[in-house]
């Protein structure tokens, strides 16, 4: 049974930073391309950022970028995304996702991901 896990999210101002952890279980995590979204009441869920299998290219929506940065680190099948200078507008539940194995990269669409996480809320305080 795939599990993804995310933990690290919570209350903070405008300006602050966080880092969302997930932890993959139940699949060869090295193998697969992974991915943040998220999704604010009422609205759609969005791509924030992805990373490829290999982890050696990164991507990122437009909105995030130079302030989100997504890693990987395979030997403790771990994603990330640590996110400085946080706007209100950040706030959402953030959802880590993984893609089919060995997926090309640059995956955006919520469709290219077969596996999804529970989500962990992240609020961003004016």
């Known amino acids: 049974q795939v599990q993804l896990v995310e933990s690290g999210g919570g209350l903070v101002q405008a300006g602050g930073s966080l880092r969302l952890s997930c932890v993959g279980s139940?699949?060869?995590?090295?193998?697969?391309?992974m991915g943040w979204f998220r999704q604010a009441p009422g609205k759609e869920r969005e791509f924030v950022a992805g990373?490829?299998?290999?982890?050696?290219?990164?991507f990122y929506a437009d909105f995030v970028k130079g302030r989100f940065t997504i890693s990987r680190a395979n030997a403790e099948s771990t994603l990330y995304l640590q996110m400085i200078s946080l706007k209100p507008e950040d706030t959402a539940k953030y959802y880590c996702?993984?893609?089919?194995?060995?997926?090309?990269?640059?995956?955006?669409?919520?469709?290219?991901?077969?596996?999804w996480g529970q989500g962990t809320q992240v609020t961003v305080s004016s």
């Open positions: 990373i490829s299998w290999t982890g050696r290219s990164t």
């Open positions: 139940g699949l060869t995590f090295r193998t697969h391309g």
């Open positions: 996702a993984a893609s089919r194995p060995f997926a090309t990269v640059d995956n955006r669409a919520p469709s290219d991901y077969i596996y």
